[in-house]
T-cell receptor, first 120, second 111 residues
Framework: GAVVSQHPSRVICKSGTSVKIECRSL??????MFWYRQFPKQSLMLMAT?????????EQGVEKDKFLINHASLTLSTLTVTSAHPEDSSFYIC????????????????FGPGTRLTVL | GEDVEQSLFLSVREGDSSVINCTYT??????LYWYKQEPGAGLQLLTY?????DMKQDQRLTVLLNKKDKHLSLRIADTQTGDSAIYFC???????????FGSGTRLSIRP
């Protein structure tokens, strides 16, 4: 239990375009989803926390108009990087937590495999 | 605010035990976690411990928690090449569902 998937795993785009990354919980209902950004050889930086059906809570310094987060259902959250620029290139990782995780631990974050974004 | 610290690198010989240490500042943490990240991949939850426990063992993994000193360690017995990865210590924010991560310890195995 507690599998989280992300799509795409890798994306290369031109500067100025928008990119959408999907995060899905495959076998549990994710009441809360988290989006992180990870720079090379560094730890994870929490960007925002989203609860199903409500607006995301962004961490200080993260532009909410730049990184649009939608958590429309208990199994899907999306992160859209709008008008991407080379400095947005990074590894983006989502995680999900929920109750009644079969074979897992409730309220613990389970991570997706990450999406490598490269903006040319 | 809360802080979690780890050493950045650890090198051990194959077959030896690895001990990765972590310190944290939030005395009201409820859960403490160890995650493993292999190159180009997401984080895999390895193990966790409740803050009211001192020790937890799971096959080759042993977690020790010294709540007084706010010190957490992960011991990997009989370290194998497949254990090469970055190991993140994390604590769950007592007031919310946020997890605070350490900087990660890169474990390398030498023959």
């Amino acid at each position: 239990g507690a599998v989280v998937s992300q799509h795409p795993s890798r994306v290369i785009c031109k500067s100025g375009t928008s990119v959408k990354i999907e995060c899905r919980s495959l076998d549990f209902q994710a009441t809360t989803m988290f989006w992180y950004r990870q720079f090379p050889k560094q730890s994870l930086m929490l960007m925002a926390t989203s609860n199903e059906g409500s607006k995301a809570t962004y961490e200080q310094g993260v532009e909410k108009d730049k990184f649009l987060i939608n958590h429309a259902s208990l199994t899907l959250s999306t992160l859209t990087v709008t008008s991407a620029h080379p400095e947005d290139s990074s590894f983006y990782i989502c995680s999900a937590s929920g109750t009644l995780v079969r074979g897992g631990v409730s309220d613990t974050q389970y991570f997706g495999p990450g999406t490598r974004l490269t903006v040319l | 605010g809360e802080d979690v610290e780890q050493s950045l690198f650890l090198s051990v010989r194959e077959g030896d035990s690895s001990v990765i240490n972590c310190t944290y500042t939030d005395s009201s943490s409820t859960y403490l976690y160890w995650y493993k990240q292999e190159p180009g991949a997401g984080l895999q939850l390895l193990t966790y411990i409740f803050s009211n426990m001192d020790m937890k063992q799971d096959q080759r993994l042993t977690v020790l928690l010294n709540k007084k000193d706010k010190h957490l360690s992960l011991r990997i017995a009989d370290t194998q090449t497949g254990d090469s990865a970055i190991y993140f210590c994390a604590e769950r924010d007592s007031s919310a569902s946020k997890i605070i991560f350490g900087s990660g310890t890169r474990l390398s195995i030498r023959p």
